[in-house]
Structures are given as C-alpha cells and as structure tokens.
C-alpha cells in the first residue's frame, strides 16, 4: 500500500499525536532541575572540541559501579541533555554512575556527525569512568527515540578504528526506547526532512536494520500507544538482527513520551530490564 505525504508526518510526528505533550517535557524540565540541585553531578564535561560535546556525570555512590550513558531523542534536533537529568536519581540510587551526553543538533549538523560524536562520549565514559566511580567494563547503554537509533549504531561500532587505547568490546549491551532504525521514511516527511536532509545513501549509512547484526545485545522497547511506523520499528530490529535483540516488547498504554517514564518507574519493565543490563538486577 502506498502512502502519501500526510500520512508519514502523521505516523512521525509524535508531539501532534500526544496532546500533552508540552506539559510531559514541562515536566521533564523540571525533574531534571530539581534532580541536579539534589545530586552531587558535575556538569558541561567537555569529551570533544566541537560544539556540542559536552555531558554531564553523576558520579556512583560507590566504585566499581556499572555506568549508564542516556543518549535523549528530539528526532537528532530538538532537546538537550539538560531536560534528561531526571533519568539519573533512580539508577545512582540502584547503585549505577550515570552520563547523560549531548550532540550537536540538525541541521547545523548532520546526523552521520552526531553519531560520530557519541562515539566520543562513549570513549570518554569509558576513559573517565573510575574517577567518577564506574567501572569501564561495566558501559551500558540506553537511548529514547533518535537515541535509540545511535544506541543500535554504537552497538555496532569497531571501537578499535575509533582509537588504539579503546577495547574491542567497549559496548555490548544497549537498550532502545521507541528507536528508529529504518530512516528511509523520515524522507517522505516534511517536516523532518527539511532539518535532516538525508539522502538514500545517508539512509543506507545510518539505518541499524540494514547493518549486520553485533556482537552485542540490544533490548527494543515501544510504547503501545505509539504510531503503526514506531510499533514495526521496534518489530523490525528484531527481526533482521535476530538473536542479537532477545527483548522486544510493547509496553501497553504508553506513548512516545510516557515510555521514558517506564524507564525511570522501578516498577517499569523498560526499568527492571535496565538494571538487568548494568547486573543490579538478576536477570
């Protein structure tokens, strides 16, 4: 069946789909405030040279922590790392270190640089971990929408061509909420596609479904809620990669947005499986 140019921006476009959508980022903003002032966090660490590579670290309670990095969404150009603090208190509080990245945003950039640049915050967590209190070979991984398009990419990263300090096997295990790993249809909508510019070759580029699976696990999640596109996103990773994704779930009566809470929830399933992941949890 064929689709027309309303239909992708009505499948893609989660913030005219959610009506409260304002008031659920109004109150991510200010989680993430009310989060920083309580916690000890040290803010705008520099990991590059280029616009938009810094991040901000919530050090573990204890060393040897497993280490969390969140990678937020915003479709690579809208949101910051600034609205994300609110993912941290419950996973330091579970025993975890916490990095929240930002990236340089479309269309000042394009989103082959942005995932180029996580792959340079991952090498700093990894560089940096212990003297915040984590563990380097503990890295795991979480991303929400466009983050869980770079999560996928980054589980698939040759580490070693990245740097010659860098392990093999920096990361094996991320987690997807609402990913995007097909991005041929964000072209058909105008209203992402003026920002992204993407090509049918940046496509093929940047497309976890169309990559060989990892060596590495990668958890998919989607809210139920969610547009006919995002549920067969998060089907569809399972069934090109496989084994290589052991959990893929729809989690029922959640939204694009409402599926972040599930992340923070410690009665979330998208939270067990987190803390499953960083082995604060049996699995």
Known sequence: MQHDTAWFEAQYDNRARVAEAPAILARWAE???LARSRMTCVLDQAYGDEAGEALDVFPARE?????????HGGYWRALDKADHSFVAPAFVQAGAMVVVPNYA???????EQI????TRALAWAWRHAAQYGGDPSRIRLVGHSAGGQLAAMLLCCDWTKLAADLPPRLLTAAMALSGLFDLAPLRRAPFLQT???LTPASVKRLSPAGFAP?????LAFVGGDESEEFLRQNQLIRDRWGPCVPVCEVLPGLNHFTVLHDLVDPAGTAHRHALHLLGLMPG
Not at 105 to 111: E, F, K, N, Q, T
Not at 115 to 118: C, G, P, V
Request: net charge negative; proline share 10%.
């Open 31 to 33: 989680a993430s405030a």
């Open 63 to 71: 060393s040897g922590a497993p280490v969390l990095v969140y990678l």
């Open 105 to 111: 945003l479309c269309p000042a950039v394009g989103v």
């Open 115 to 118: 995932a180029l640049q996580t």
């Open 195 to 197: 920002d992204l510019a």
């Open 214 to 218: 990892p060596d590495g696990r990668l």
